[in-house]
């Protein structure tokens, strides 16, 4: 375990070594570290989701995708939040390193990271559904989490 912790601190050291080095690229990762801008574009995806279609057909899978979303997310925050959170608790990258934060700094665990794990719950939820928007979903997860690490937020793992 202290082998992949140093690991997961070394990765996490360089990601975020790269702030300050491009401006364009921290005013980005500002915006998107956020706990709105993602969060409400997902929801705005979803809505459209909800609502767009062009068959009837189309209409039962797309509810299903985001009734499924809405459903991983309730799991994953009532397992992280309450089950993990509760048994586990790691510091933030902040806490125990020197890091360029973009961001404020949270104070429950680091280990698992809500937000994350709420991103890719709705993510992959629409997934099995609609692929197309799943995939959307998913690569916006994984930017979201990578802008928290770079950010000094979140630990990689």
């Not at 299903?64 to 991983?72: E, Q």
């Not at 993990?84 to 608790?89: A, M, Q, R, V």
């Not at 429950?108 to 939820?125: I, L, Q, W, Y």
Request: overall charge neutral; aromatic content about 14%.
């Amino acid at each position: 375990m202290e082998t992949l912790n140093r690991i997961d601190e070394e990765i996490f050291l360089w990601l975020n070594g790269w702030v300050g080095r491009a401006r364009g690229l921290d005013m980005v990762v500002e915006l998107v570290i956020s706990d709105y801008m993602v969060p409400v574009l997902m929801s705005l995806i979803l809505l459209g989701l909800w609502f767009a279609y062009r068959t009837e057909a189309e209409h039962r899978l797309n509810q299903r995708a985001v009734l499924n979303a809405l459903g991983g997310l309730a799991i994953a925050s009532l397992v992280v939040d309450w089950l993990i959170n509760t048994l586990y608790f790691r510091h933030r990258p902040f806490v125990d390193h020197t890091v360029s934060l973009l961001f404020y700094k949270p104070t429950d665990s680091s280990f698992p990271a809500n937000p994350a794990a709420v991103a890719f719950a709705v993510a992959m939820g629409v997934w099995f559904w609609n692929r197309r928007i799943g995939v959307v979903l998913c690569c916006l997860a994984v930017f979201y989490t990578l802008a928290r690490v770079y950010g000094g937020v979140f630990y990689p793992l």
